[in-house]
């Protein structure tokens, strides 16, 4: 962007036709986060909530990551997929995913990494996003979302982790 020189560090996450797309901005990411994305195995989680979903990934050669090297986004279908049509890709194929690491210092690309998600958890994943697609969208829905979107009704209801392949 012109004239734009920093951006804030956080994580985004973007669903369009044609794939996933994961931004991760962090200030002076370190050699060996660089890395972990280029190359180094990839975990998803999709960690459903009613009106909102979660998405961890953590790039690691350990079966069982610490808590806290996992990255964490906040995914609102209803809001984020309002014009774009339908979830990505066809039932019964993988979902291609990308993951972008940006220096938020800087707005520089520091790494990309493209992979898949296995076809039954793209199968999963795109009935989900169908599901809140199809929801009412009367007022009273609105207001339902949004409170669950604010933390009143979290009740995480659904976890599915797999290791994706690139």
Do not use: N
Not at 23 to 43: D, G, H, M, T, Y
Not at 53 to 74: C, G, K, N, T, Y
Not at 119 to 124: G, H, I, L, R
């Amino acid at each position: 962007m012109d004239g734009r020189t920093e951006w804030r560090e956080g994580s985004h996450l973007t669903i369009t036709r044609a794939a996933v797309e994961i931004q991760l901005f962090r200030r002076l990411p370190s050699r060996e986060l660089i890395e972990a994305v280029r190359s180094a195995p990839v975990r998803f989680m999709w960690v459903d909530s009613p009106g909102v979903a979660m998405v961890r990934l953590f790039f690691s050669q350990q079966e069982r990551p610490h808590e806290s090297a996992w990255f964490d986004i906040i995914y609102t279908p209803r809001t984020e997929m309002i014009g774009r049509g339908r979830p990505p890709g066809v039932p019964g194929q993988p979902i291609t995913v990308v993951v972008t690491l940006v220096d938020a210092a800087t707005g520089r690309v520091a790494a990309v990494r493209t992979s898949t998600w296995p076809v039954e958890d793209s199968d999963f994943v795109r009935a989900r996003l169908e599901g809140e697609l199809a929801k009412d969208s009367s007022p009273s829905a609105e207001r339902a979302f949004i409170h669950s979107v604010r933390g009143g009704d979290m009740g995480f209801a659904h976890g599915r982790a797999w290791f994706a392949r690139s």
